[in-house]
């Protein structure tokens, strides 16, 4: 069965430092990866998402991450962190059937 | 890009009521649909997937009887909570997936609280 695992549940940053959200999935095929963000009290927005070719994927806000096949990882990364980057992230998986299997999302403070 | 809108945001209601969400892909047609469940500080869980015209699919545990989704159009499926109970109190998010394209979109979400 497909599976996602985001390995921090909570991570804190400083304001302008780097940051990398880890995600490792699981899944027998080729995966289509996303990465979602969530305020609280808000639905997800989609930051960036991953289906073929160069592993390196640029989304919105600055974001980025890298497919790894040999390490079944999708980690997320951002140069600069923001306060206004404090929210829920989700790794996601599609799976079969087309339904996204989500982790159980990393909870990311921006301190001053 | 892509917007769904979900309706209502927020909606309290009394236990044994009956409640109905809605989720409309505003320019696009989602053939199909996604209902999820978002307790407090946890992942999202599917409920059902539906495609438009035809039997909703139910994951495993939920009740099909209890929440009813309805997909009778390219751009609208309707999560009806029947006889709803304190218990039912959750965070409710629809997705729809973009025909044309390996995408997801989703709407705002459905805070429902029933007292």
């Known amino acids: 069965a497909q599976s996602v695992t985001q390995p921090d549940i909570h991570i804190t940053v400083s304001e302008g430092a780097s940051l990398e959200l880890r995600c490792n999935y699981s899944?027998?095929?080729?995966?289509?990866l996303f990465w979602y963000v969530q305020s609280p009290g808000q639905g997800l927005q989609l930051l960036l998402k991953y289906f073929s070719g160069d592993t390196l994927v640029q989304g919105i806000k600055g974001f980025e991450a890298e497919f790894k096949r040999s390490q079944s990882s999708f980690n997320l990364r951002k140069p600069s962190v923001h306060w206004s980057d404090a929210a829920e992230y989700f790794c996601a998986v599609g799976a079969q059937g087309n339904k996204l299997v989500f982790g159980a999302g990393t909870i990311l403070r921006v301190k001053s | 890009g892509a917007v769904v809108s979900q309706h209502p945001s927020r909606v309290i209601c009394k236990s044994g009521t009956s409640v109905k969400i809605e989720c409309r892909s505003l320019d696009f047609q989602a053939t199909t649909m996604f209902w999820y469940r978002q307790f407090p500080k946890q992942s999202l869980m599917l409920m059902a997937t539906s495609n438009e015209g035809s039997k909703a699919t139910y994951e495993q545990g939920v009740e099909k009887d209890k929440f009813l989704i309805n997909h009778a159009s390219l751009t609208l499926s309707t999560l009806t909570v029947t006889s709803a109970h304190p218990e039912d109190s959750s965070f409710y998010i629809c997705?729809?997936?973009?025909?044309?394209?390996?995408?997801?979109?989703f709407g705002s979400g459905t805070r429902l609280t029933v007292v």
């Open positions: 899944y027998g095929a080729t995966p289509y």
């Open positions: 997705s729809a997936r973009d025909r044309t394209a390996f995408g997801y979109t």
